[in-house]
């Protein structure tokens, strides 16, 4: 995350946008002028880029640390549920307000939808999901600094692989991972 206080006029709005509270803003009211004080607590980040694309001066640049896509089967998510919402931490999945039945024609409601602006594809949601194939995670590049050891190149594969959540079988609530083929 990279901060420009030149740009910044202290209006809080990263402050009320950032899910994790790692950015706080002291200000004072000096004539007509805003000045203040920002701090970021880089460590906390979890790079959702809510800060940085609500910020009306783009003061705040944020780049994920995941590339890829997510997909969501919402016909498949058993109703009542929201799970996947609760525990993203970015705040990227949400429960879409229902239509009336008079649009609803003959489409199905969703009932889990994903902003893929603020997804960060942490997998989180994947995880926790008690149904089978209703996301499907797939990343394809990460953003890391240093020299790629042997490690971290069985890391990357391992991260790297398409994956859903599948029941286990037999034992209620209970959830695992399962790999996926290659597309």
């Known amino acids: 995350m990279i901060w420009d206080e030149t740009k910044c006029d202290a209006c809080k709005v990263c402050v009320e946008a950032c899910p994790e509270e790692c950015i706080t803003v002291e200000r004072e009211v000096i004539s007509d002028k805003v000045d203040g004080k920002v701090s970021i607590i880089q460590d906390n980040c979890c790079t959702c880029t809510w800060c940085s694309r609500n910020c009306p001066t783009e003061a705040i640049t944020v780049e994920k640390i995941f590339e890829g896509d997510i997909e969501f089967h919402a016909e498949k998510c058993p109703g009542g549920c929201s799970t996947c919402a609760e525990i993203c931490p970015a705040n990227a999945i949400y429960l879409p307000s229902a239509k009336p039945a008079a649009e609803m024609g ?68 209970q959830v695992g991972l399962k790999m996926m083929e290659k597309a």
Do not use: M, W
């Open 106 to 173: 003959h489409e199905i409601e969703k009932t889990i939808a994903v902003n893929k602006d603020y997804c960060i594809l942490c997998g989180a949601c994947v995880n926790a999901c008690p149904g089978e194939d209703i996301i499907v995670l797939q990343r394809t590049g990460i953003r890391v600094k240093g020299t790629e050891t042997d490690l971290f190149k069985r890391i990357k594969e391992k991260l790297f692989t398409r994956r859903t959540s599948k029941v286990k079988e037999g034992i209620t609530g």
